[in-house]
């Protein structure tokens, strides 16, 4: 919301069940972040 670059790590976090880690993954997505996984982001990185 601040122009800030936000990478949520999507294999480093869990949910109760697939269906709502990937609903959540959806929602963050189109709300405020690229998600990527841990290997895109320490490409990202270096």
């Known amino acids: 919301m601040m122009d800030y670059k936000v ?3 999507s294999d480093a976090n869990a ?3 697939d269906e ?3 609903a959540t993954l959806l929602n963050i997505v189109y709300l405020f ?5 841990t290997k895109q ?5 270096t």
């Open 15 to 17: 949910a109760i069940s």
């Open 41 to 45: 982001s320490l490409t990202l990185l």
């Open 33 to 37: 972040a690229d998600v990527r996984s």
């Open 20 to 22: 709502l880690h990937n």
């Open 7 to 9: 990478f949520f790590v």
